[in-house]
């Protein structure tokens, strides 16, 4: 049974399983009584899991062939696969996305102070504090919640050595501004690519910008290997050392020649990457017929706007980004509660931004200061569900309750 096979038939069983209700009022919503709008939670980064059958034959092809992990066949192919997607010459596949960012910048000699935006999820920071690297919060525009090259430029020190920008919710970073930095100030320059997988910026699909960039493919990503990543790049050196660095420092059975880590993609989350390959296109369909259906039933009620994609891009449309306005009839939080006691489970990210969390916030107790905007729309942005598991009639339910919390008396 092939993807479209298993989501149609999916979609039909909850339909008929489940009679959504109607919600013309606040007094339709489960906050003010009345029953919840779906049996079942909808999560926020279901996982997008392909054909289960082609899963399963390479999974008993691994275990037949007794080859588990240690750069096998599956994850070398993988290799291959998600280079010539992306239009680069290297992928080097890692257990996830934080051992990738941390293998990225040991690579690049990053030391010192690397710039970084706040908006973003923890393990940017995380990934540089690891390594004792300091990771200094960079302010976002608040139109298209990426670094703002002015606020990189103000952040700079004599002990800055790199940028890493954060193309975050798959929308492309200001790469080329931020070049222009890198070169002005004679800083590396890299990406945090774990929302982009098969987003594009001018045509050419992230992934061959900077020096190197970094996917995660986390179960949540829009495309997952259970749990995974990989630093993609076109510079050969950096991509020998980041393959050393990942597997122990080994070159050859008894020689290591450099200080390394366990980085390895075990076989099976190769095997679970290639088969989500196959179906990639399937996801990006669906994800773009709930975006849109998002964005005509949102653009009607005053006081939500949502984050648009650019459709000349290529998008993966993971993300429903929502702002809610102060003049919205209910807090943005209130709305979320609202949205839980439906069981939408919907999410603030990235509140309240990795300055106001440890250990940053005891570093720079000062640092929200200098984020204004990042501040900002960490308070007003609400994530919600999409993905192969979210119908459009799920959309519509979801924008039923949104209507009726904008018709809730202030
Ligand atoms: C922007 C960003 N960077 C890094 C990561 C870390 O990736 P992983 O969970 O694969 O370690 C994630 C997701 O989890 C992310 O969203």
Known sequence: MGTTTTIRKTAAKVATLTRLKQVRSPADLAINGAPAMFPEPLHVGRPNIGDHKSFLQRASDILDGGWLTNNGPVAQEFEQRVASFLGVKHCVAMCNGTIALEIATRALDLKGEVIVPSYTFIATAHALQWQEITPIFADIDPATHNLDPAAVWRMITPRTTGIIGVHLWGRPSPVKELEAIGREHDLRLMFDASHGFGCSLGGKLLGGFGECEVFSFHATKFFNTFEGGAVVTDNDALAEKMRLMRNFGFSGYDNVIYPGTNGKMTEIAAAMGLTNLEDLEEFIAINRRNYKCYQNCIASIPGLTMLGYDESEHNNYQYIVVEVAPYFPVSRDRMIEVLRAENVLARRYF??????????????????????????VAERVVVLPTGSAVSTADVEAICSILRAAALTPR
Do not use: Q, V
Request: proline letters at 15%; charged letters at 10%; hydrophobic letters at 30%.
């Open 351 to 376: 509140w309240p931004g990795c300055h106001n969390m440890e250990p940053y916030r005891s570093f720079y107790p000062h640092a929200g200061l200098l984020l204004p905007k990042t501040n900002a």
